[in-house]
């Protein structure tokens, strides 16, 4: 007999998108005891029914003997579901988010991650000038000057201690046979969410839909940290009205109404505002709201505006400009670092295959690509750090050059003229 945790049964059920009924018309069990297989704390299987979890869920049988640590359920997402989002959908994603949870608190075991820095704001605190306040609070945790744009934002949010996952999916790649419906229903209709996980809840995460889209991405990363910073104490309550305070937030965390309103050209419009959004890297359709947010232009004219952002032509994409702004292909969509990176310091490389063959891995190789697909390698010289010692300096021979430096970024960052 093996000791079984019955979260661990529901949370492999729910990745792979199964109801409770395929799960009893595929293993031959009674509705009675699938649910107390599921509701128990722990509950004591034979062998052979491990296995057949094990097969069902494509799921090592480790991953059900072992202590789950982050449980997240659907309404303690930092995130307003759509209303076309079923509630099966919602307990996936808080499902996702448990099991990405774990992954770090494991990793964290092993080499400790970067310390959390997100100043988070008290519900009373809030007001619509705190938001500016709360998004200046975060660029100082950043180190960024308040009139520097934001080069890398996902960089910056991983190096707050807030690891991002992007979500590259397949269509049909991760669930079951038994999955609840055809795949065309099972498009995801959000853009992001996040989320504190861990054993205390302290951990923030991120959690985005893979995206071509640079400015999209942008917006949906500043969105999330909006979340963190003002909504991490409204337990369980975001609400439409949190929402739009997460979208001033993004604006202003992005282009600072303060120091563009010395940049605002004598004539607004479209294409005089590109300038703006090439420099601070936030979509037209952004800027707009943003400016009209924080007084900088009237209500009618940021109508107008908008009106023509969504009737203008692209001639590249022939699409309006609501759907492909100009400059749409300048970037390439930012891509997250810190677990790739964490991954590689403790395990020695983050080779899927290699992860999934260690005996004390407990997820399988889908669910671990999954955290990791999207995830950009460190630089050559990161990926092979060459140390060189004092005397090694000063007997350098001049024929070979002068002896290399590695100088760490955030050193570079506070050392360089602004």
């Known amino acids: 007999m093996i000791e079984v945790f019955g979260v661990r049964v529901r949370q492999a059920r729910l990745l792979r998108r199964m109801t409770a009924k395929s799960v009893v018309e595929a293993a031959g069990w009674s509705p009675a005891r699938q649910s107390q297989i599921e ?13 057949l979890l094990a097969g069902l869920f494509r799921f090592p049988e480790a991953f059900f003997e072992s202590a789950p640590q982050t449980r997240v359920s659907a309404d303690e997402l930092l995130f307003r579901a759509p209303k076309s989002m079923t509630m099966g959908e919602q307990d996936f994603l808080a499902t996702f988010a448990s099991l990405a949870g774990d992954f770090l608190s494991d990793l964290d075991d092993r080499s400790k991650l970067p310390p959390v820095k997100i100043p988070t704001m008290a519900p009373e605190e809030l007001t619509h000038r705190s938001i500016a306040v709360a998004a200046a609070r975060l660029r100082a945790a950043m180190g960024v000057d308040h009139d520097e744009p934001l080069d890398d934002l996902m960089y910056e949010a991983e190096r707050l201690g807030a690891p991002v996952i992007v979500r590259r999916r397949v269509a049909g790649e991760w669930e079951s046979e038994f999955a609840a419906s055809p795949a065309p229903a099972r498009d995801e209709k959000h853009l992001g969410y996040s989320s504190w996980v861990g054993r205390m809840r302290d951990r923030p995460l991120i959690v985005l839909r893979d995206s071509d889209s640079w400015e999209r991405t942008r917006f949906t990363i500043a969105h999330e940290l909006g979340h963190l910073v003002l909504h991490s104490h409204a337990y369980c309550s975001v609400s439409p009205a949190d929402e739009l305070e997460a ?8 282009a600072p109404a303060a120091v563009i309103a010395d940049e605002l050209p004598r004539l607004l419009s479209l294409l005089n505002l590109r300038p703006l959004k090439d420099k601070w890297g936030l979509s037209l359709g952004s800027l707009i709201m943003h ?29 309006t400009w609501g759907m492909t702004e100009p400059g749409f292909d300048d970037r390439a969509p930012e891509r997250p670092r810190l677990l790739r990176k964490w991954v590689e310091r403790c395990y020695g490389g983050a080779s899927v295959p290699m992860l999934a063959a ?34 090694a300096v000063r007997t350098a021979s001049p024929a070979a050059g002068p002896p290399s430096r590695v100088v760490r970024l955030d050193d570079f960052r506070r050392g360089r003229p602004r």
């Open 247 to 254: 979208n001033r937030f993004a604006t202003e965390l992005l």
């Open 358 to 391: 260690r005996e004390s891995m407990i997820y399988p190789a889908d669910v671990l690509d999954w955290f990791l697909a999207t995830q950009r390698p460190a630089p050559a010289s990161e990926r092979q750090p060459v140390a060189v010692s004092v005397g």
């Open 291 to 319: 400016l009209r947010d924080s007084g900088l232009i009237p209500v009618d004219r940021a109508k107008a505006l908008t009106t023509q952002l969504h009737s203008r032509i692209n001639p590249a994409t022939g699409h």
């Open 39 to 51: 509701k128990a704390q722990i509950i004591r299987l034979d062998d052979a029914d491990v296995e």
